[in-house]
């Protein structure tokens, strides 16, 4: 069973310009969800996609945006780059939302802001 | 963002001892809790997870410890080996609001 795939793994964008990351999550999860780490926030929350809807938000600008597929794949957004946007995106999925289960984490795409 | 403290703590154990990896979480309305652990150039690693109905659950060589009444949880790793060196981040959950908070981590060091 494949993982979760992340596209790109690594990406280099200088500032004002805007990106799009890409999650595919392992067949038959429904639920997934994107968080920003870096090494002086840690792992963060961004939001979370269910059955195409943003279920939850963390405490990010509106520049950062997602959306999510009828096929589960997600997609997430950030225009208007700034330099402290430069981080570890990672995507994370599960089967269902509402569930104590576990999230299965991608690799992450590496995003430098230059 | 949401996010526990700015300094990760490092932790260097020998190899063949246990380690002990602590967490203090924040929401008291959290019931489930992950530990998971990301090595260097990886996503982070599902090791072991608790609900909040436990106080303990022991898995292959790890065990999570909960104390719901200080909100700490710990993870114990026995007979600590080389490969268990990375970063381990636990994960705090309310299930209602499906949004998973994480700690700072914790950068474990295993000497040979």
């Known amino acids: 069973k494949a993982g979760v795939t992340q596209t790109p793994r690594y990406l280099i964008k200088t500032r004002g310009q805007q990106v799009t990351l890409s999650c595919s999550p392992i067949?038959?999860?429904?639920?997934v969800s994107w968080y920003q780490q870096t090494p002086g926030q840690g792992l963060q929350f961004l939001f979370e996609?269910?059955?195409?809807?943003?279920?939850n938000k963390g405490n990010f600008p509106g520049r950062f945006s997602g959306r999510q597929f009828s096929n589960s794949r997600s997609e997430m957004n950030v225009s208007t780059l700034e330099l402290g946007d430069s981080a570890l995106y990672l995507c994370?999925?599960?089967?269902?939302?509402?569930?104590?289960?576990?999230?299965?984490f991608g690799q992450g795409t590496r995003l430098t802001v230059v | 963002g949401e996010s526990v403290g700015l300094h990760l703590p490092t932790l260097s154990v020998q190899e063949g001892d246990n380690s002990i990896i602590n967490c203090a979480y924040s929401?008291?309305?959290?019931?489930?809790f992950i530990w998971y652990k990301q090595e260097s150039g990886k996503g982070p690693q599902f090791i072991i997870d608790?609900?909040?109905?436990?106080d303990k659950r022991q898995g292959q060589r790890v065990t999570v410890l909960l104390n719901k009444t200080v909100k700490h949880l710990s993870l114990q790793i026995a007979a600590t080996q080389p490969g268990d060196s990375a970063v381990y981040f636990c994960?705090?959950?309310?299930?209602?609001?499906?949004?998973?908070?994480f700690g700072p981590g914790t950068s474990l060091s295993v000497i040979p």
């Open positions: 994370a999925s599960s089967v269902e939302q509402g569930m104590n289960t576990e999230a299965f």
């Open positions: 929401n008291s309305a959290s019931d489930y």
């Open positions: 067949s038959g999860h429904r639920s």
């Open positions: 994960a705090e959950k309310e299930t209602s609001y499906d949004k998973v908070i």
């Open positions: 996609y269910f059955s195409e809807t943003q279920r």
């Open positions: 608790i609900r909040s109905n436990m």
